[in-house]
């Protein structure tokens, strides 16, 4: 049968954890008689191994848990013999040589220094005297006139702003779709709709 090899393994494996072997196995053990003798010959080699391995035990030497325990805590190094001095700079050695490779690198990559150019000096004129306006001569005279006229000069401000912040959002998803994988740009794209 095609099927012998996987049943014998499976079989085998029960036979090494002490699992029962599902049923489709032992029907299959029932009917082809190869394979009954293969895991036959394998329980006697299973048997007459774990017969001679008692006779190889030995005791278990007193306070070994508390020797592993007490070796587990302490520190991985501690039970290291040091090494030679020699040895820990050889380690160190290729690590070193790459790092100044890239520092040499990079100092033969950075771009030239400019000469130095002779100090400019300028010569700074005080300013001129600003124009004092006062709020009559510009026709306020009350709290009223001057909001008007800030509402006035923000008024344009608001919609150039307006225009920014679309042109950012079209960006954005124009980004959102070029670049992201399809189901998070749809993710993205519904949320910015919400808003």
Not at 54 to 61: A, F, M, T
Not at 63 to 80: E, K, Q, S, V, Y
Not at 113 to 135: D, K, L, R, S
Not at 167 to 177: G, I, K
């Amino acid at each position: 049968m095609k099927l012998c090899r996987i049943y014998r393994t499976v079989a085998s494996f029960s036979l090494d954890t002490a699992r029962p072997r599902p049923r489709r196995v032992e029907r299959h053990l029932q009917q082809c008689p190869e394979c009954r003798q293969q895991l036959e010959a394998e329980r006697a080699l299973h048997e007459r191994l774990i017969a001679e391995a008692d006779g190889e035990r030995l005791p278990v030497p007193p306070f070994l848990d508390a020797r592993i325990l007490a070796h587990l805590r302490t520190p991985a190094t501690a039970g290291c013999a040091p090494s030679h001095p020699r040895l820990r700079r050889v380690r160190w050695a290729p690590a070193v040589a790459c790092a100044a490779l890239l520092v040499g690198g990079l100092w033969l990559l950075r771009p030239p220094t400019p000469a130095p150019q002779p100090p400019v000096v300028e010569v700074i004129a005080p300013p001129p005297e600003a124009p004092v306006f006062e709020m009559a001569s510009l026709g306020l005279t009350t709290r009223r006139d001057l909001r008007s006229l800030s509402t006035t000069f923000e008024q344009p401000l608001e919609g150039e702003l307006q225009l920014a912040v679309n042109d950012a959002r079209q960006a954005a998803v124009s980004l959102a779709e070029c670049l992201l994988p399809e189901a998070a740009a749809q993710a993205l794209l519904g949320r910015a709709e919400r808003r």
